[in-house]
C-alpha cells in the first residue's frame, strides 16, 4: 500500500489528525498531573510563611503557627477569612495589591506579611514576620526570578536574610521598612542592614519593595499598635 | 546487542559529541551550569526528549509527508517537552523552578531537532531510540563537568554542600575568595573551550589539517 505522502489531502488529513492526539495527551498529562502540581506550589507558600516566622518548616506545622488568613482592605478592615480566598490571592499578588485586596497571615504571636515588587532583571518576593508589636521584624523570606547569581541572587540566602530580625519598621508613626544600606549599614540604625555588594539594583528593589507593601498594611498596624497600646495603659492604671 | 547499535548509544559520547564536537546545543550549557543538581536535571531532560522524539519521528517516519516534516518534528518535540515540564513540576518542584524557563527552551535545543533530522527519519525506532539517549548523555555528561567547577569554583560548593571550608574564605579571616565570573555565563563558554582543548589533544582524528 503506497500513499502520495505529499498529496494536499493526506497533509491536511495528517496535521488534524497528528494534532488532535497531541491535544488530548498533553490535555490528560495536565489534568492528571493538576492536583500534585496545585498542592506543591500551596505547600511552597505555607513553608516560606512559616520560614518568615524563623521557625524550621521541616519541624513546625503550617497550621501551629498561623492563626488564620485574612484579605484586608485599604482601610486595613478584615474583608474575608476565607483561606481558600487569601491563597489564591497570592497567586497573583501583584493584582490582589493593585485592587486593594491585601492578603495577611495573623501568627499566633505577630502577622506575616506578603511582598512582591521588583529587582534588576524581573520580579523579586516574599514574606516578612512581624512581632505582636506590629513593629519588629521577626523573620524575612526573600525570592526572585532572575536576579544575577552570586550578586543580586543573594538576596535569596539565610546569611542575608538573617541581618533583617530585629530591625524595626515604624519611624515614629510612620512606616519606613528596612532600607539595604549600600557601603554597609549604621549599626545603630534600626531600619537598615548591609546592602548586597555588587547588587545594588536588587537591594533597592527589596528598599523599595518592603517600604510600599508594608505601607500597604498600616492601617491595620496602626489599629493594632493603638489598641496594644490601650491595654497597655488600662493595665497601668490598675497597677496604680 | 548487536555493536552497531551500541555505537549509536556510545558514538555521541565522546567521538561524536553533540556539545563538543558538534558545538550544539551551547546556549543552556551556559545558562543551567551554575549549579550541579539543575545541571543533572536538564541533562536529564533532554535526553528523554531526544530519545523519544527520535522514537516516535522514526516510528513515523514513513508516513511523514516530507513537505511538513519539520512542523510535524517540532509538534512531537513540543509535546514531549511540556510533558517532561509538567512532570517536573508534579514531581520535583524545587528544581523545576531552579529550571523555570530552561525546560520550554528544550523545545529550540538544537540537538534535539538535528537529531530527528539527521538520524531517526533514516534508521530503524530502536537505533533511533539508542542514538536520543546517547546524545542526551552526551550533551549531559558536558553540562555536569561544567557545572562541577562553576558550581566548585564560583560557589565552593557541590550540589549545595560546602566543599571549600568556611574558615579559609576572607570574611572569616582566611585568605579564599570564590571566583565570582564563574557565576556568569561567559565563564561556561570558557570551561566548554577547555574541554574541546583537553578533548581535541586526546583525539588526534578530530584535529582540522
Not at chain 1, 527589596?206 to 498596624?221: E, R, W
Not at chain 2, 511540556?82 to 529550571?99: E, G, H, N, P, W
Request: charge should be negative; aromatic fraction near 8%; glycine fraction near 8%.
Amino acid at each position: 500500500m503506497k500513499f502520495n505522502t505529499n498529496s494536499n489531502t493526506y497533509i491536511i488529513i495528517y496535521s488534524v489528525v497528528m494534532v488532535v492526539i497531541v491535544a488530548v495527551l498533553l490535555s490528560l498529562a495536565a489534568l492528571g498531573l493538576k492536583d500534585r502540581q496545585d498542592a506543591n506550589a500551596l505547600n511552597e507558600k505555607k513553608t516560606q510563611i512559616v520560614k518568615a516566622l524563623g521557625e524550621d518548616p521541616a519541624t513546625v506545622a503550617y497550621d501551629s503557627v498561623i492563626a488564620k488568613a485574612v484579605i484586608l482592605d485599604a482601610s486595613g478592615a478584615v474583608v474575608s477569612e476565607d483561606v481558600n480566598e487569601v491563597f489564591a490571592a497570592l497567586n497573583d499578588l501583584k493584582g490582589s495589591f493593585a485592587a486593594e485586596r491585601f492578603p495577611l497571615f495573623v501568627a499566633n504571636n505577630g502577622v506575616v506579611v506578603p511582598l512582591y515588587g521588583a529587582g534588576l532583571w524581573g520580579p523579586i518576593w516574599g514574606y516578612i514576620a512581624l512581632d505582636a508589636d506590629m513593629n519588629t521584624v521577626k523573620g524575612i523570606v526573600l525570592d526572585h526570578q532572575g536576579e544575577t547569581p552570586g550578586l543580586g541572587a543573594e538576596i535569596a540566602t539565610p546569611k542575608h536574610q538573617a541581618m533583617y530580625p530585629g530591625k524595626t519598621i515604624y519611624e515614629g508613626d510612620a512606616v519606613v521598612g528596612v532600607t539595604l544600606k549600600k557601603g554597609g549599614a549604621d549599626k545603630s540604625n534600626a531600619h537598615e542592614v548591609d546592602a548586597i555588594t555588587g547588587g545594588t539594583k536588587t537591594s533597592d528593589g527589596v528598599t523599595a519593595m518592603l517600604a510600599t507593601c508594608l505601607n500597604y498594611y498600616k492601617p491595620y498596624f496602626d489599629a493594632a499598635r493603638a489598641a496594644a497600646t490601650e491595654v497597655e495603659a488600662e493595665s497601668n492604671t490598675v497597677n496604680e | 546487542m548487536a555493536s552497531k547499535s551500541l555505537k549509536n548509544l556510545t558514538g555521541p559520547l565522546s567521538g561524536n559529541n553533540p556539545v563538543i564536537v558538534q558545538i550544539l546545543g551551547i546556549c543552556s550549557a551556559l545558562a543551567v551550569t551554575v549549579q550541579l543538581k539543575p545541571a543533572i536535571v536538564m541533562g536529564l531532560s533532554v535526553m528523554v526528549v531526544t530519545a523519544f522524539s527520535n522514537l516516535v519521528m522514526s516510528l513515523l517516519r514513513n508516513g511523514v509527508p516530507s513537505r511538513i516534516r519539520i512542523i510535524v518534528q517540532l509538534v512531537v518535540i513540543a509535546a514531549l517537552v511540556i510533558l517532561v515540564d509538567q512532570v517536573l513540576k508534579a514531581f520535583v518542584y524545587d528544581v523545576s523552578k531552579q529550571l523555570s524557563v530552561y525546560v520550554g527552551l528544550i523545545i529550540t535545543n538544537c540537538i534535539v531537532m538535528g537529531r530527528v533530522e539527521a538520524f531517526a527519519l533514516q534508521n530503524k525506532p530502536w537505533d533511533s531510540f539508542l542514538d536520543g539517549i546517547g546524545n542526551g548523555l552526551g550533551y549531559g555528561s558536558i553540562l555536569v563537568i561544567i557545572a562541577f567547577f562553576r558550581e566548585l569554583l564560583g560557589s565552593g560548593t557541590l550540589f549545595g554542600f560546602r566543599i571549600i571550608p568556611e574558615s579559609w574564605y576572607i570574611a572569616e579571616g582566611g585568605f579564599y575568595s570564590n571566583c565570582g565570573l564563574m557565576l556568569f555565563p561567559p565563564m561556561a563558554l570558557i570551561i566548554v573551550g577547555c574541554i574541546i582543548w583537553a578533548h581535541r589533544s586526546f583525539n588526534k582524528d578530530l584535529q582540522e589539517k
